[in-house]
């Protein structure tokens, strides 16, 4: 009985999408609600997901030779009055400091919601010559903007990320920086999330206010929405101009440099539960599960049970992340615990096995289920992780395909919108009108240009006026 209701207390996906993700995000313990609206506290199950993201980004991000940093969290208000497309971007989700302690500020503070201006004020000082250059920093911190609508790690009032913020002394070594961490980001989505995504350009209208160009990864969730997963961003040198960030160049002139800025954020969890997750709860890749194996006794109370999953647990400790489920819980609530909670993998240990010197190893993506020799187990678990990993992306990469579509003309494209959720590709003349006019019909944005561009038709799927660009429309997060 016990086991029916913990799985049903998890709405089905197909019944209620967004309450099923709510359920999973609660059972799992990732997060909990505060006291302050639109904030959670995120949970040791749910922050050891990010510690994991953070470590191997952060690899990533050191082999390209990016340094990190902390600059502060209040920036003043004339500071980020500096760049006039960027503050009027950001305007309406500031939260402002007016006062210290009793005392009115004389100038108010916001909290920051981005870190460009700080960084480009920063940066003034600190360039001086070619010689300074590049400067390729990252800092990872919490930023605070006020969205009316709020979901965990989807979308928050204060969320944890990281911000790169570069400066290059030629426009082609920021756009070469800007091209290689939106790459990185890719590749990290998918060898360590398992989760496939489209790479491209942002259209004018949707790109990052103050930026010259903005790329972008773009996921599509279970639900066949997208979900914005990583963007980098090309500034120019029109913040370097606002902010007077000049460098004397190899010819003794006095320059300006130019600009990039890329980020991640705990929105990346919402991402894996989304892509990955199932009715019986969350479904980790195996790179970021903060636990890779959960044992379970069975039969506990037996002499030798309970010792002889503790040896197992020593044993595959040192190459994996393991724990004991040695609640008094029966087996089978612990299996269901196991599977809400995403262990890629699952040994079970009985009486019956221990004499028969095997054990049962099980898979959470497929169930399938293995007896394994207890001598052999170490390099089985290594081997079901890999194939785990390497199949959770296979699998992901099937149900974006199923959910992409081709629409060539308006009658289509509305179709094709009404009747299927998902990406659908389609021509587009690069009037900014035509995306009004489709998000306004449809509530669809354009999502990307992507790199690897298509020629599906000679005209835009709106207007009908000749085609220049391919873009992947949808819904999103």
């Not at 902010?243 to 980020?263: A, C, E, M, P, R």
């Not at 992340?321 to 699952?346: C, H, I, N, Q």
Request: hydrophobic share 35%; aromatic share 10%; with cysteine.
């Amino acid at each position: 009985m016990a086991e029916k209701k913990l799985v049903e207390a998890i709405t089905s996906m197909e019944e209620d999408f967004a309450q099923w993700y709510t359920d999973v995000v609660k059972k799992a313990e990732l997060v909990d609600y505060t006291s302050v609206k639109g904030c959670m506290v995120i949970k040791p199950a749910g922050y050891a997901i990010w510690e994991l993201i953070q470590k191997q980004l952060d690899e990533r991000f050191k082999a390209t030779g990016v340094e990190n940093v902390y600059l502060p969290m209040f920036i003043p208000e004339s500071l980020l009055q500096k760049e006039k497309d960027h503050v009027e971007g950001f305007a309406p989700e500031v939260a402002w400091v007016t006062h210290g302690g009793l005392q009115p500020l004389q100038e108010r503070l916001c909290v920051r919601p981005t870190s460009e201006t700080l960084f480009c004020d920063f940066y003034k000082n600190d360039i001086h010559s070619y010689r300074d250059l590049p400067k390729v920093y990252n800092q990872w911190c919490s930023v605070v903007r006020w969205e009316k609508e709020t979901r965990p790690f989807l979308r928050s009032r204060e969320f944890l990320w990281q911000e790169g913020h570069t400066a290059h002394a030629t426009a082609e070594d920021a756009q070469e920086r800007t091209i290689q961490m939106l790459n990185l980001y890719a590749d990290f989505c998918e060898e360590v999330l398992a989760m496939p995504v489209v790479r491209g350009q942002k259209t004018e209208k949707e790109k990052f206010a103050g930026a010259v160009a903005t790329y972008t990864i773009e996921a599509l969730m279970h639900d066949g929405k997208a979900l914005q997963s990583g963007t980098s961003h090309n500034f120019g040198d029109g913040f370097a101009q606002a902010f007077g960030i000049q460098f004397t160049d190899k010819d003794n002139t006095l320059k300006h440099v130019h600009q990039t800025s890329w980020g991640m954020t705990t929105r990346l969890i919402g991402a894996i539960i989304m892509v990955h997750g199932d009715n019986s709860g969350l479904v980790l890749p195996p790179k970021v599960a903060p636990i890779q194996l959960a044992i379970i006794p069975i039969q506990q109370k037996k002499e030798g049970v309970l010792d002889k999953a503790y040896e197992l647990r020593d044993r595959l400790a040192k190459g994996f992340r393991v724990k004991v489920d040695d609640t008094d819980k029966s087996p089978g609530w612990k299996f269901s615990e196991a599977e809400m909670r995403g262990y890629p993998l699952r040994l079970e240990i009985g009486p019956k096995d221990i004499e028969e010197g095997k054990c049962v190893l099980c898979r959470r993506d497929t169930r399938e289920k293995y007896e394994v020799a207890l001598d052999e187990v170490e390099a089985k678990v290594a081997e079901l992780l890999d194939t785990i990993q390497v199949e959770m992306l296979e699998r992901a990469r099937a149900h974006r395909e199923e959910h992409t579509y081709v629409a060539t003309n308006f009658d289509e494209f509305v179709q094709t919108f009404e009747n299927n959720s998902g990406f659908v590709k389609a021509m587009w003349c690069g009037e900014q009108a035509c995306e009004d006019q489709i998000k306004e019909k449809l509530s669809v944005t354009s999502r990307c240009m992507p790199f690897a561009q298509e020629k599906l038709a000679d005209t835009c799927v709106c207007c009908g006026k000749p085609a220049t660009k391919m873009v992947y429309w949808g819904r999103a997060y």
